[in-house]
């Protein structure tokens, strides 16, 4: 294999299997080995730039070796499958995996854009505000500038695409409860979640990697005789053994909420070559735990200084990683740069595991010799007190120039040396990964003996462990996890035994004595661009800039230079960014503070968070005699949840052939259509009347048993809310029909008035949509129909008057006929239990043979109400009232019912309101819903005076019409003006007209 | 964040329908003054702190209470029945 691809033996390697896998980068095809991410294969096959900046267009490589990574972000798949901006450092490879680099033009290596670099100013901290945001520029508003720069700008400076194509996967909700919830699995954890598995509490463990044992898993130490990475797998061994244990290994906790709430992203399928599609891809967890230890261990953060975000500069624990558990080489000739220990531990680590390592740099000149010791163990020449002045090489480093550097003062010396390597590992210190605790609300304290912040108090039950917690070393990790562990099950109430509440020695832990807190020395400042964060492209220069420009709050300081708003959110940044700003600021860290942490923690695929409430798992609402429909050929259609038959195509006909057809049909004989979507409320008790009286705008308390009445609804404010008919069955009991979408909103607003405002009104409340199926018959015929069918009621003009009801028997059915008309044509609605509904359909169809009766659509239905003038949801649009709507009529001016105060509102009854018209095509042109009425040509259409609702072709017209809402509309019939729609490229000559369109006295309905 | 309905017991927030700020009384049937109603609809006063809130547990009994409920540290401190049964949930 390659040259960076180490000798694999016994602790080099230590991930990897003996399994050789082909994948491909940027077309081309590569080798890598099971157990590798991305980001070991890509390092292992000597690709050392991986993407290219966001601003800037920079070369980048890869930075660390886990989800905090910056720079080396690829889009993965392709297809419905493609996914940006995902981390190489957290991707397992396998067998075929696609990958591209993000952010080039042609190519990774040759990047157009990347004369950026030179526009550096321009580029500079808050250019966006300053360009864009400023004063007016040559008559355009600032704002329409930046419409014409936004296109080029937002191509030049970004991270990869993502898809237009449906994602094909499934994903899947998970709600999950436990004792005791354990965030991660390294050494703390794992003496957390031993201590509290063995009290016999529910445990759940989450990992984020692929394996448990975080750290352990290349740790150099020996616990009890044994490789650590050994011990820890035969604790997690055990630990899965047990009946009270979950460990929910690739499943990073995302976000920590109220209620001891945490949010999950399990990976299920993501690693495997061969997805199983019976699985979902993701899993999102809700937790909810009686208490948590969170050891999610610390973050290494870089150094600053000139040229730190070339390809082949990452982090020194990373590099160490790459070499012991991918046993791949992060360079042919390593430098170390410290202000730390970390470093010296890598540097001998990497000597190790066959990695050249040319010197170790550090700042500090007080170093303990058992710390040097490590430096000549790995024979490289030992710098201390001098730090990196400037990096050599354009596309990768070819070699470092160091001077002397004076800790107290920051100051580089005058000389200079010039180190021949191709990979600096770089060690700033730690940052306690405290992310979830801070999105709690928890205020994180700055430590100055450790230069961290800790996580602070706890404002919920969780225990911090282990580094997260500021306790570094594996035999503090150890005794915190324990101490977390009884505190933990403290919160769960569970008593333990005096013997066992004890804190044990732990293990015998045989390993390096390391000091983890580092020097503090942030920046290396001697000019040249030296950058905090790396994925925003933002600079020491830009963060002094900030603060020379006033911005002295961290929080304005992260949103003005975007410092840590990347996808990574900062993870290696903030610390770093925040000394800066206190050192420009002359403040202590301590006082500068830090910006609260926001969820996810890493970025989430969107389909995790829908779940199954999205695509082919989502709810559908099917209606009783959903089946037929879809024998009789009918095309079905989403409205809202509910499966609604559109059209019933007769072979070789269009849905708008069909439409027109079933219209036709039902104005000239008889149609039925299936109206069991309609929402249904059963209301009774003593007050049904008067409760009814009070939520409908028009009289209700003197409706006869008998009858039915249609109905409008307000909400308080004045606007329509609902309409529908109710039906009084009994003395005390109504049945209220809604609108389909409006179903669940009107029994909310029902209820809330019966419990909150009116409780004293005795009146029950049940929703029965789904009880009832319904049908409608319409058409002159419709009484001839019903006629044919039903038994033991009379369906006369004299035995059922318009808007009358009856009780009645369809083919041994018990029904319920009433005759309302929305249509306006004469019509009848059946309704009976919904479990007869095919039956009654069927009796209906059969009953119409020789009428030559139609099943219609929701488009014929559509089409007969616009006809009619008869408003639905598109006019009911949350911002008309009945005057709107011509339905000042069904205000009733004799009683006070919610919404009648506010109606009253001068501004109801201005003369230039949007009110409700008809409008038909003049020219033959199809009218778009949506379209907006002008007085001017497709080039100048002048200002919008209203808009259409709701559109379809007229049989009884013979054109094209639509409801709209026109300005002063009542008085502008006969007008001629457009309906535009530059989206559809429309436009189109009408007239308005009366909304009255077919039978404006109602006698067919009423004969 | 999770209610105490007084008739399903502790269950998430998810299942349950904010209807507005309680302390926000519709004035009475025969009140027609344009300025009560106004008040009633518009006027909040978004308190830092301790707050009287309306939910429905509608995915679940559809039970109305009363959540005395901290805006800044989202500490539930009391969920109460409303409505005809009231009493008989407390
Ligand atoms: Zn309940």
Redesign the interface.
């Given at each position: 294999m390659s040259a960076f691809r180490l000798n694999l033996r016994d602790g080099v390697g230590t991930n990897l299997s003996d399994k050789s896998i082909s994948f491909s980068f940027d077309g081309k095809s590569y080798r890598g080995i099971e157990g590798d991410t991305l980001a070991s294969a890509l390092l292992a096959n000597g690709l050392s730039i991986i993407g290219r900046s966001f601003k800037y267009h920079r070369p980048r490589g890869v930075f660390t070796a886990g989800s905090e990574e910056p720079n080396a972000l690829v889009t993965l798949h392709s297809g419905g499958r493609t996914e940006p901006n995902i981390r190489a450092t957290e991707v397992e490879l396998f067998e075929g995996l696609v990958a591209r680099s993000q952010n080039r033009r042609p190519s990774v290596n040759f990047d157009l854009m990347a004369v950026n670099q030179l526009a550096g100013k321009a580029f500079s901290a808050g250019f966006y505000y300053k360009t864009f945001m400023g004063p007016a520029l040559r008559g355009h508003k600032a704002t329409r500038f930046w419409w014409v720069c936004e296109q080029f700008i937002r191509r030049a400076a970004g991270l990869g695409r993502g898809t237009t194509i449906p994602d094909p996967d499934h994903y899947a909700r998970m709600?999950a409860f436990c004792d005791i919830l354990v965030v991660g699995s390294g050494a703390a954890g794992l003496a957390a979640a031993r201590r509290v598995a063995a009290s016999g509490v529910r445990v759940i463990v989450c990992e984020e990697s692929a394996r448990a044992g975080g750290a352990l898993a290349s740790s150099p130490d020996f616990i009890d005789g044994e490789p650590a990475r050994e011990w820890s797998a035969d604790q997690i061994a055990e630990l899965s053994a047990m009946d009270n244990v979950s460990i929910l290994t690739r499943t990073t906790v995302q976000g920590y909420?109220?209620?001891n709430?945490f949010f999950a992203i399990e990976r299920v399928t993501d690693h495997l070559a061969h997805k199983d599609r019976t699985v979902p891809r993701q899993r999102a967890w809700?937790i909810?735990a009686k208490s948590a230890v969170i050891a999610t261990g610390a973050l290494e953060r870089p150094m600053v200084f000139a040229g730190n975000d070339r390809p082949g500069i990452m982090l020194a624990d990373s590099a160490r990683r790459y070499a012991v558990e991918f046993g791949t080489a992060p360079g042919r000739a390593v430098a170390v740069f410290t202000n730390n220990d970390t470093g010296w531990l890598a540097a001998r680590d990497l000597a190790k595991a066959g990695v050249i390592v040319t010197a170790i740099v550090d700042v500090r000149t007080d170093i303990e010799a058992s710390i040097r010791v490590l430096g000549e163990e790995c024979r490289a020449t030992i710098h201390s007190g001098s730090a990196i002045r400037s990096v050599k090489g354009m596309r990768g480093v070819n070699g470092i120039v160091i001077a002397t550097y004076n800790e107290l003062t920051g100051e580089l010396g005058a000389d200079s040396k010039t180190i021949a390597c191709d990979c600096v590992a770089v060690s700033g210190g730690w940052s306690p990964a405290f992310h979830l605790t801070s999105q709690q609300?928890g205020k994180p304290v700055w430590d100055t003996e450790l230069q961290a912040f800790l996580p602070g108090d706890p404002?919920q039950k969780w225990h911090g462990a282990g580094a997260m917690a500021g306790e570094f070393g594996l035999a503090q990790a150890f005794r915190s996890g324990e101490e977390a562990a009884l505190k933990a099950l403290a919160d769960t109430g569970v008593a333990m035994p005096k013997q066992a509440a004890k804190i044990g020695s732990g293990p015998d832990i045989d390993g390096d004595e390391i000091d983890y807190a580092p020097a503090p020395v942030f920046e290396i400042n001697s000019g040249g661009k030296s950058f905090v964060d790396l994925q925003h492209d933002v600079t020491a220069e830009d963060v002094r800039l900030a603060h020379r420009e006033g911005f002295v709050s961290v929080e304005h300081l992260k949103r003005y230079t975007t410092l840590g708003m990347a996808t990574d959110q900062g993870k290696t940044s903030n610390v770093t960014g925040l000394a800066i700003m206190a050192a420009a600021s002359n403040k202590p860290i301590a006082d500068t503070g830090t910006t609260r942490f926001r969820p996810p923690y890493t970025p989430v695929a969107m389909g995790a968070i829908a779940g199954e409430k999205y695509g082919h798992l989502a709810a559908e609402r099917l209606t009783p005699m959903h089946d037929i429909h879809v024998e009789s050929g009918a095309g079905m259609y989403a409205n809202g949840p509910w499966m609604r038959p559109e059209t019933y195509n007769l072979p070789g006909e269009t849905v708008e052939q069909a439409y027109i057809r079933e219209t036709k049909a039902v104005r000239a004989g008889v149609g039925i259509v299936d109206v069991s979507t309609l929402g249904k409320i059963d209301v009774q008790g003593p007050d049904a009347a008067e409760f009814l009286n009070?939520v409908y705008t028009n009289g209700f308390a003197k409706l006869p048993v008998g009858k039915a009445r249609y109905g409008l609804m307000l909400r308080?404010?004045g606007f329509l809310f609902d309409d529908g008919t109710t039906w009084r069955f009994d003395e005390h009991r109504y049945l209220m029909t809604t609108t389909t979408a409006g179903a669940g909103r009107v029994m909310?607003h029902l209820?809330?008035y019966?419990?909150?405002?009116w409780?004293?009104l005795?009146v029950a409340l049940a929703s029965v949509s789904d009880e009832w199926a319904g049908v409608a018959v319409a058409g002159p015929k419709s009484r001839e129909l019903l006629k044919v069918c039903v038994k033991k009621c009379d369906v006369s003009d004299k035995g059922l008057p318009f808007m009358g009801l009856v009780d009645g028997v369809i083919a041994d059915i018990p029904v319920k006929i009433a005759r309302l008309s929305f249509s306006g044509e004469l019509a009848f609605e059946v309704y009976c239990g919904a479990h007869w509904g095919s039956a009654l359909w069927h009796a209906l169809m059969s009953a119409g043979r020789k009428l030559d009766v139609v099943p219609y659509g929701l488009e014929a239905l559509s089409t007969l109400r616009i006809e009619k003038g008869h408003v639905a949801g598109p006019e009911l649009n949350g911002r008309t009232t009945p005057h709107d709507l011509g339905l000042s009529g069904m205000v009733s001016s004799k009683k006070?019912f919610v919404g009648?105060?506010?109606l009253?509102?001068e501004t109801f009854s201005k003369q230039d309101r949007l009110q409700l018209v008809a409008v038909k095509s003049l020219d033959g042109q199809r009218i778009r819903g949506g379209s907006h009425l002008v007085a001017g040509s497709k080039d100048e259409p002048g200002i919008s005076q209203g808009h259409t609702t709701s559109t379809c072709f007229s049989p009884e017209l013979g054109c094209y019409i639509s409801l709209a809402l026109l300005e002063g509309g009542y008085k502008r019939h006969g007008e001629k003006l457009f309906a535009t729609n530059p989206v559809r490229d429309a436009h189109v000559a009408i007239e308005v007209l009366s909304h009255h369109m077919v039978d404006p006295e109602g006698g067919r309905m009423r004969g | 964040m999770r209610l105490t309905c007084p008739y399903c017991g502790p269950r998430d927030h998810q299942e349950f329908t904010y209807r507005g700020d309680a302390t926000a009384a519709r004035p009475a049937l025969d009140n027609t003054s344009v300025d009560d109603h106004n008040a009633y609809v518009y006027d909040r006063s978004n308190p830092d702190g301790l707050h009287r809130e309306l939910w429905n547990h509608t995915s679940g009994c559809r039970t109305h209470m009363i959540v005395e409920r901290n805006t800044v540290t989202h500490d539930v401190v009391s969920c109460e029945p409303v409505g005809p049964f009231a009493e008989q949930l407390k």
């Open positions: 709600n909420f109220d209620d709430t809700n909810r609300g404002l009070r308080e404010d909310e209820e809330y019966r419990d909150f405002v409780p004293d005795k006070n009648s105060v506010l009253q509102r | -």
